[in-house]
């Protein structure tokens, strides 16, 4: 029997159901997906390094000024001892130790799958980013906020009221958005299915589903943000978070 | 029978076998891995546009300028009386109207094959084009010379000769391109493979060898960059160009 994998994740008490983070619902999706029996464990902002050094998880990377970056989601998996972080690498894990559970990357495409897609499509500076910052930092709690605020506005040197873009700049960037979801709808339209593999959901549509509903968690459902977005390309991408809804249980 | 088709590609006087162009050749190695009868029309750069226009090939896009982009490698299929420009295009088109031709472009990974890796890797402004520009000039006739050198001073706004870094310049910026066939290495070592789906080439290794082997054309077999490249990343690339070889032939 496998015994239950823990999934940390970050909190929000505004999100129904709490979880709202982009790259913890493309593990979530993926764990739902493959039936893998899971809970979740909350962790605020500021406790994510603590945590990941008492799991012995790496950093995920390392930041510009030379600071280590520890990053959630993560996941603890008794059936291995494993502890893992990067949603790309968790997925990865799950197909190669729990082959017999549904896939997400298809034989042979393990490589093709960690194409950060959505990024591609946005651009160098993903211009979705600069609308959802003060979104995020607002559906936080205090203490997570706190250490959002400061670690945001280090990295883009104003305050974080000021990223978000205004007047007619937030015209032409959220028509950049927009253009960015038709080239993707241009990769989808390829395949000539829901899904970029055709009838086949693959680990990048979870990525796309999972970053388009961090645009409803954060705007909410009735903006016009998430109004635009199902309506753009024949409502493909409505279509593919719903299609999703089934695997969107938080446990 | 299948009727011989037509690949369009821009010739060189000093290159062995006159065929040097990246894209071209990711159509010659998939013409040739399908075992498609086909034959080369050299075109020079200058001549390009009338030939797409006499063919009725579309622009494959616009210049910022407003002007359109017509582009070699272009094919005409006779058996279709289709004519169609674009590498990735074109692979997919005989994808679909070859379905019995072993396949570069694996059930449901049409979509995934379309990405840009080798670019994606490189970065937004792809440090190697600058290394390229002044050999491939060097390597044209006159005509296409004339031409491609008034095309590429309108873009870099310098004289052709000044677009190569030089002393420190060069070295940092060939440093960038180790790191980017180092990016490459790690999403061929994810695939466990020779090829970027494992066992099995796809159009995105031809494409990733198609430019490394114009990186050949251009310095010599002989020069620094090329025993750099093959060097890399425990001889994968040089390996890689190796494995196509036998569908390298020029019809």
Not at 92 to 119: C, D, H, I, V, W
Not at 131 to 147: A, D, G, K
Request: hydrophobic residues 35%; aromatic residues 12%; proline residues 8%.
């Amino acid at each position: 029997m496998i015994e239950t994998i823990t999934l940390y994740d970050i909190p929000s008490p505004i999100v129904p159901g709490i979880a709202w983070s982009p790259n913890a619902w493309k593990v979530r999706y993926a764990l739902n997906y493959k039936g893998l029996p899971h809970k979740t464990e909350w962790v605020e902002y500021p406790d994510i390094k603590d945590k990941c050094i008492e799991l012995g998880i790496e950093p995920t990377s390392t930041r510009s000024d030379g600071s280590l970056y520890y990053s959630i989601p993560a996941i603890y998996d008794p059936n291995t001892k494993s502890s893992i972080a990067d949603s790309y690498r968790i997925v990865l894990y799950l197909e190669r130790t729990y082959p017999n559970t549904p896939r997400l990357m298809p034989k042979g495409t393990e490589a093709l799958q960690s194409f950060p897609l959505y990024s591609h499509a946005m651009g160098p500076d993903i211009p979705i980013l600069k609308f959802n910052i003060l979104p995020t930092f607002r559906l936080l709690n205090p203490r997570s906020q706190e250490f959002y605020r400061s670690v945001r506005e280090k990295i883009h040197r104003v305050k974080l009221e000021e990223i978000e873009p205004k007047g007619e700049k937030a015209e032409v960037m959220w028509k950049r958005v927009k253009e960015s979801y038709d080239k993707l709808d241009g990769y989808y339209r390829l395949s000539g299915g829901p899904y970029l593999m055709g009838e086949t959901l693959s680990y990048v549509d979870i990525a796309i589903a999972s970053l388009s509903a961090w645009i409803r968690s954060l705007h909410g459902k009735d903006s016009d943000k998430w109004k635009d977005i199902i309506s753009w390309n024949d409502g493909r991408w409505g279509r593919l978070v719903e299609s999703l809804e089934k695997y969107a249980t938080i446990n």
